[in-house]
């Protein structure tokens, strides 16, 4: 199973910024996807943003035009920029990872133990 490990949550005021960091380990012979994932308390898990091993990025409408996900593959990380907070975006953030353990394996899911990002106002 990877193990991600995700940093950089924290309390922040509305209109600050943080930047959130997940790197993935153990056997992966490729990550097809990560992403970022959040739940707020009394609400379901919402994707954030999520980029394809191609590069392409997809963002929840909430927060397109403010956070910015990017990727390392050599580190097999995903990083999450948040710009111009709201109290809105306050959640428990959780990285994601879509990858084949081996070549011929079907890719699997793998998720972080989660982040706290509280934006007050």
């Known amino acids: 199973q990877v193990q991600l490990v995700e940093s950089g949550g924290g309390l922040v005021q509305a209109g600050g910024s943080l930047r959130l960091s997940c790197a993935a380990s153990?056997?992966?012979?490729?990550?097809?996807?990560m992403g970022w994932y959040r739940q707020a308390p009394g609400k379901q898990r919402e994707l954030v943003a999520v980029?394809?091993?191609?590069?392409?990025?997809n963002y929840a409408d909430s927060v397109a035009g403010r956070f910015a996900i990017s990727r390392n593959n050599t580190k097999n990380a995903v990083y999450l920029q948040m710009n111009s907070l709201k109290p809105e975006d306050t959640a428990v953030y959780y990285c994601?990872?879509?990858?084949?353990?081996?070549?011929?394996?079907?890719?699997?899911?793998?998720w972080g133990q989660g982040t706290q990002v509280t934006v007050s106002s």
């Open positions: 153990g056997s992966i012979f490729r990550i097809n996807a």
């Open positions: 994601n990872a879509h990858y084949q353990k081996y070549r011929s394996s079907l890719p699997v899911s793998s």
């Open positions: 980029m394809l091993d191609g590069g392409s990025t």
